[in-house]
């Protein structure tokens, strides 16, 4: 008779479990990526602000427009920020007075592609927010 003090799988070790079918391959240094890459969207007005333009933003305005509750400042921090994770990029227009435009890189607009079914389970989801 078996030890009920054993786990059954002898491959198991004490306080681990099997990793859920296709997340065994995961290694230490994926998940290191994985949970920067999640940090880097997961700050607070970061996924905000790259759905804004996914859906369109091009100048600071239409950023505030399509993002109630930041302020300039926040909103000018996380533009650098994801300026400087390559996911938007800023472009310099030399008129008079001088024009400065946001647009999502291809590597953000992956990232928002890969998020997009998140954003459909966060709408049928939504009375989880309450």
């Keep these: 008779m078996a030890d009920p003090r054993q786990p059954e799988d002898s491959t198991a070790t004490a306080g681990q479990s099997?990793?859920?079918?296709?997340?065994?391959?995961?290694?230490d240094d994926v998940c290191r990526s994985f949970q920067r890459s999640v940090e880097t969207v997961?700050?607070?007005?970061?996924a905000a602000v790259l759905l804004a333009a996914m859906r369109g933003a091009r100048r600071f305005v239409d950023y505030r427009a399509r993002?109630?509750?930041?302020?300039?400042?926040?909103?000018?921090?996380r533009l650098r920020e994801l300026e400087g994770h390559r996911l938007i990029e800023r472009l310099v227009?030399?008129?008079?007075?001088?024009?400065?435009?946001?647009?999502?890189?291809?590597?953000?607009?992956?990232l928002m592609r890969v998020l997009h079914p998140l954003i459909e389970w966060s709408a049928k989801n939504e009375d989880l927010d309450t």
């Design 93 to 110: 227009v030399p008129t008079t007075p001088v024009q400065i435009t946001y647009r999502p890189t291809e590597q953000g607009a992956s």
């Design 67 to 77: 993002i109630p509750g930041i302020s300039n400042h926040l909103l000018s921090q």
């Design 18 to 27: 099997r990793p859920e079918a296709g997340y065994e391959h995961i290694d």
């Design 42 to 46: 997961g700050k607070k007005w970061s």
